[in-house]
C-alpha cells in the first residue's frame, strides 16, 4: 500500500492533467453557468465523444480514493461554526474551517483557542487573521472615543442664547421658540406705544 504523503502527491499531479469540465455552449449563452452538467442533446458532439471536442468527466479522472476529501496537507475539513463544534476535533487527523457566516468577534475566539488547543487552521493564516480582527477592533474604539470627545466639547461650546440690543432689538442664536416669543414681545412694545 502507498503512503498518504505520496497519494497526495499522485493527486496533485493528476490534478495538472485534468481538464476543466466545463458546460457545453456556455460560450454562445451568457445565461448559462459554467458549472458542468450532462449534455442531453441528440447530436451533441460532446456526448458522443467526437475527436476534438470538450471531454466529459469520467471514473478516469479520479483523485485515489485513500485520500478523497482530504485538504492538501492531509487533513480532513472541519467545518465550524462555533465554539462548541472545536470540542470534537481530533487534532492529529484534522483541521478546522471557519465558516464564512461568522462574525469577527466568534472568529477571534475560535482562533484563540485552536491555537491554544494546537489544531490546525486550513481557510486562513491564524496568526495574521487575529492581528488583522484586533487592529480593526482597536481602530473603532478610537474612532468611537474621538466622536465621544467631539459631541462633549460641542456641548461645552454651546453657550447661552445671546441677543444684541440696537435700535430694533435684533435676535441672533435662538431656538424657534426664543424668536417667537422675542418677536411677540417687540409687537406688544410697539402696540403699547401706539396707545
Aim: aromatic residues 4%.
Amino acid at each position: 500500500m502507498r503512503g498518504m504523503k505520496e497519494l497526495l502527491e499522485i493527486r496533485e499531479n493528476l490534478k495538472g492533467y485534468k481538464p476543466d469540465f466545463i458546460r457545453q455552449d456556455t460560450h454562445k449563452r451568457s445565461r448559462l453557468s459554467l458549472k458542468w452538467r450532462k449534455p442531453k442533446g441528440l447530436h451533441s458532439k460532446i456526448r458522443h465523444q467526437f475527436k476534438g471536442r470538450r471531454v466529459m468527466p469520467s471514473p478516469g479522472y479520479k483523485s485515489p480514493k485513500g485520500v478523497k476529501e482530504l485538504h492538501s496537507s492531509g487533513l480532513r475539513m472541519v467545518h465550524v461554526f462555533s465554539l462548541q463544534s472545536l470540542n470534537n476535533v481530533n487534532k492529529d487527523k484534522e483541521g478546522i474551517v471557519i465558516a464564512k457566516n461568522v462574525g469577527d468577534r466568534a472568529r477571534l475566539i475560535i482562533l484563540k483557542k485552536a491555537k491554544e488547543m494546537g489544531i490546525k487552521v486550513l481557510n486562513l493564516n491564524s496568526d495574521e487573521h487575529i492581528k488583522k480582527i484586533e487592529e480593526a477592533f482597536n481602530s473603532r474604539k478610537t474612532k468611537s472615543s474621538d466622536k465621544a470627545k467631539s459631541s462633549k466639547q460641542k456641548k461645552d461650546t454651546k453657550k447661552e442664547p445671546e441677543t444684541k440690543k440696537d435700535s430694533g432689538e435684533k435676535l441672533l442664536k435662538l431656538s424657534d421658540k426664543d424668536k417667537k416669543e422675542a418677536e411677540k414681545q417687540e409687537k406688544d412694545k410697539i402696540l403699547t406705544k401706539r396707545e
